[in-house]
């Protein structure tokens, strides 16, 4: 098989493997790892679609991660996703209403996150072992709800690992909240801060940042890791379950070999529809790559002018883990429409970090055909969720309304029939007031837990563990400090 190495977008020093920049995360210039050409798949649609989800994730991985055995990897995939899932499928398709919903929201968490985040802690074992790294490694995440979450639930109870998430205090929500402080697992450990999200991060950067402090840890047998979306580690598992989808349209004979279909990806920090290119670009046949914003729209005005600019109001919707300004991993796709021109894509970014904006050349522009950019608003996501509801009793998420919103405006403007999937990326559980106050205003007056059994009912669903779960369950972590002692808390759970 080709090897394949990764380099920073941001300069031409340093090549690593796989497993190298999995455990860096970040390039030392501050860049983005990406590798140095995008494999293709190497067996045929008919092959894939006879393959479980385990098997089809392997043919992926193994096109990238090619400084691991055909073992390690495999039993990485194995422990990945199993019964942690709530479907031997893992990632189940519905059609509803003449398009594909990709559910994305069958593991832990009940959400896409853990798609990627039930992998990452045994890639980056792996990888620990295989670069002869004896030390614990510490995940620090500042979190604000989710994220933290999927985080805990992935790396619980993997030896040789622990975790610290750190949230704002009264900033997640009441289900957020529940689910992470009673986290069970001998290696996890949840702290509030009395500060917002932003305090938190910047306690973590400064963290990760301290020498001293690595210095210490080092003595005691410990170094941080990250378990953020940029590592190559999350964003490669999520290639599969394009290809499954694919494979899974072609066993039931909605597709033919060749024939292509296109994506919508509901989109934040772009790592999700960055995934769906490089399955593209590994040869599967997508057509249109549908790109979904919620009312922070950078992306969208991105996709139509050819500038990025993050100076503007940061909205707080219905669908939270979109509300981005910055989509951290889009610089992987300005490196690659640069002709993989570092210094194009450094002085881009310098633009971004000083003064909030860039715009790209017109060469850039013009490779960025497979793109179609739209957005949708707090209403209109509403609307799409009870319209959905009402003419076909299915109900999807917030996130994911905003992509079925987009993609109906997608249609109208171009009336492109192509066989479509749309990546459905939580359960409608985990955002449950929203959903069901879209439905009909008159739920609001029930409490959080009245909402899920009502949702349940007019649904025809099971309730999902990852609810039943919290219900009921002892909380395991009390810890509240002020934003200055998250240092000290640091040492003082790792007994430093
Ligand atoms: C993280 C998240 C997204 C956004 O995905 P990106 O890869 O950041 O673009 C969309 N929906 C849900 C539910 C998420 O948790």
């Known amino acids: 098989m080709k090897e394949i190495l990764y380099k920073s977008t ?40 006879k393959m479980t989800y385990q098997q089809v994730a392997y043919e992926v991985m193994k096109l990238y991660f090619t400084d691991f055995t055909e073992e390690e990897l495999k039993t990485c995939i194995s422990k990945a996703y199993d019964e942690k899932f709530d479907t031997p499928e893992i990632a189940p398709l519905t059609e509803v209403d003449g398009a594909y919903y990709l559910e994305l929201f069958h593991g832990k968490t009940i959400a896409f996150k853990d798609m990627a985040l039930s992998i990452l802690p045994h890639l980056l074992t792996t990888s620990a072992k295989k670069n002869h790294v004896k030390n614990e490694i510490v995940i620090l995440t500042a979190t604000s709800g989710d994220t933290g979450k999927a985080a805990m639930a992935g790396f619980a109870d993997v030896e040789g690992t622990r975790i610290i998430v750190f949230y ?103 790592g999700n529809i960055l995934a769906a290119y490089y399955a593209k670009n590994m040869g599967l046949p997508i057509g249109k790559l549908i790109c979904a914003s919620n009312e922070n729209k950078v992306l969208f005005d991105f996709f139509r002018t050819g500038e990025y600019d993050k100076n503007r109001e940061f909205i707080l919707t219905a669908s939270p883990s979109m509300d981005i300004l910055i989509s951290s991993n889009l610089e992987r796709l300005i490196y690659k429409i640069s002709g993989n021109n570092a210094a194009k894509n450094q002085e881009l970014m310098t633009g971004l970090s000083e003064a909030g904006k860039y715009e790209i050349t017109d060469a850039m522009k013009q490779q960025l055909d497979d793109f179609y950019g739209n957005y949708a608003t707090e209403e209109e996501t509403a609307a799409v969720i009870r319209e959905t509801y009402e003419k076909t009793g299915y109900i999807m998420d917030t996130h994911t309304a905003v992509a079925a919103c987009t993609y109906q405006k997608y249609l109208k403007e171009t009336g492109d029939d192509t066989v479509t999937v749309i990546a459905s990326t939580a359960s409608p559980f985990k955002f449950t007031r929203s959903v069901m106050n879209a439905i009909d205003s008159k739920y609001d007056k029930l409490d959080d837990f009245e909402l899920v059994d009502e949702l349940a009912k007019i649904g025809k669903m099971k309730i999902p563990n990852a609810i039943e779960e919290i219900r009921n369950a002892e909380v395991r972590h009390n810890n509240l400090v002020r934003v200055d002692d998250m240092e000290a808390i640091v040492k003082k759970l790792l007994a430093l």
């Open 10 to 49: 941001r300069s031409e020093d340093g090549y690593l493997n796989a497993s190298e920049a999995i455990l860096k995360g970040l390039a030392d210039d501050g860049g983005l790892f990406v590798p140095t050409e995008i494999p293709k798949l190497d067996v045929s649609v008919d092959a894939l679609s």
């Open 168 to 270: 704002p205090h009264g900033g997640v929500s009441p289900i957020q909240e529940k689910q992470m402080v009673t986290q069970k697992g001998n290696n996890t450990y949840v702290v509030a801060i009395e500060g917002n999200f932003d305090q938190a991060q910047s306690g973590v950067k400064a963290i990760f940042g301290n020498k001293e402090l690595a210095k210490e840890m080092d003595e005691k047998g410990f170094q941080f890791s990250s378990a953020n979306s940029i590592n190559i580690g999350r964003l490669v598992p999520q290639v599969a379950y394009y290809v499954y989808a694919y494979a899974k349209l072609y066993a039931q004979g909605k597709l033919v070999e060749n024939q292509v279909m296109n994506v919508v990806v509901p989109t934040g920090n772009f």
